[in-house]
Every structure is written in C-alpha cells, then in structure tokens.
C-alpha cells in the first residue's frame, strides 16, 4: 500500500459523504491508497452515511468522542501505507490531489514531506480565495512520511485544538516539508468549523507557546 488516507469525523452527516465521494473519484488506481475513517463517537447519522460506503473504506468506529488527536492517532496506527494524508470530514478534493502528491514526494528522495495550496470554499463550494500552504499553513492537504510520524510520537492527545500546529512544530525540527504550488485541496469555511472556537484556540495557542518556547 503507498498511501492511507486518515479522515477523522465527528457528527458531519452533512458533510462526510462528500469528502469520502471525493476520495473515491481520485485518477489514481484504487490499488494505491486506502481510506480509512475514524468516526469518532458520533451520535448522528454519520455512522450510517459511512455504512453506505463500507465496500470501498476502512471504517474504525470509537465508542466514545475522544477528541480529534486521539481519533487520527487511531487511524494512522491502523494505516498499512508508506505515506500518510490527513483529510478533515467537511473538506473535497481536486481529482489529481493524491496521484500529484505522491509523485513529488516519491520522485524526491530528499523531501520528508508535501504539502499543496488549497481554496476556501464556502458550503455552496464558490471559491473564496486561494492560499498558499505555507504562508497560510493548515492540518490537511500533506503527504508525511509513516515512519516520521511514528518517529516524533504521532499527534500529542493533549491538544484538542492546534494540535496540527504541535504536529508541525516537531515534524520541522527534524524534518522538511516541501511545498507544491497547486490548489489540490479544497477547505470549507462554515459555523461549525472548529478554528470559529475562539476561547478554545486562545487557551491551546498558549500552550503551545509553552511546549515550544
């Protein structure tokens, strides 16, 4: 297997099915990557959603919600890939995303990494803006290597909210990410993202000033 996609959900019934849809309608051969969600103590009907799609996905069901850490550390210790695309539950993705991905990074022996632009979408998916991915960094749309992952302890359980930040913050100090200039990746901007958790992002950014001073 080269590649295992991890999608951490928690109650996204409106939005789960289209990120698994966009996966599913990925060029690349499906003997190449895997899909695996993790969903995460969901009580609504994301669970049967994920059913409808069982012949073609991976699916660990968590009794409880564990938080989003706990939830992709489960899908990567379950991952057979060499390398490892985190894909949040109300995200799409442009058809060539992984394909584009792993050939930068397989091709490139140096790059421990990669990692693309992506486009704010709204929930009717217009086009927002576009973003560079490393001016204006977020959790998905990298292709890590497995074994770095592993080597750095996976996310920290402890950070409910930034723990991408403290994901990447480790990852550079011992590796590299190299960036593509495509807008592969598509981020939905709605109410429920959790980034809107304002009280919540200030009391983890403070922590991981703490961890990282």
Not at 95 to 121: P, R
Request: aromatic content about 10%.
């Amino acid at each position: 297997m080269k590649v295992s996609v991890i999608v951490p959900t928690h109650n996204r019934e409106k939005y789960i099915g289209r990120a698994i849809r966009s996966l599913l309608d990925q060029v690349w051969s499906k003997q190449n990557y895997e899909i695996i969600v993790v969903n995460d103590g969901s009580s609504d009907q994301t669970e049967a959603i994920l059913n409808v799609f069982s012949d073609s996905i991976k699916v660990i069901n968590l009794p409880k919600n564990t938080g989003l850490p706990y939830a992709c550390n489960a899908g990567i210790k379950q991952a057979l890939g060499k390398f490892i695309v985190r894909v949040d539950d109300d995200d799409y993705l442009h058809e060539d995303f992984l394909k584009i991905l792993y050939s930068f990074i397989e091709f490139n022996k140096d790059f421990d990494a990669v990692c693309c632009d992506y486009l704010l979408v709204d929930e009717e998916e217009r086009v927002i803006e576009r973003r560079n991915s490393e001016d204006h960094p977020i959790a998905c749309g990298i292709m890590f290597k497995k074994d770095n992952l592993v080597d750095i302890g996976l996310y920290d359980e402890n950070f409910l909210y930034n723990e991408e930040k403290d994901l990447r913050a480790r990852y550079l100090k011992k590796y590299n990410i190299h960036r593509i200039e495509l807008p592969l990746y598509r981020y939905m901007m709605h109410s429920g993202n959790m980034t809107r958790h304002k009280d919540k992002m200030a009391f983890f950014k403070k922590a991981l000033s703490e961890k990282h001073k």
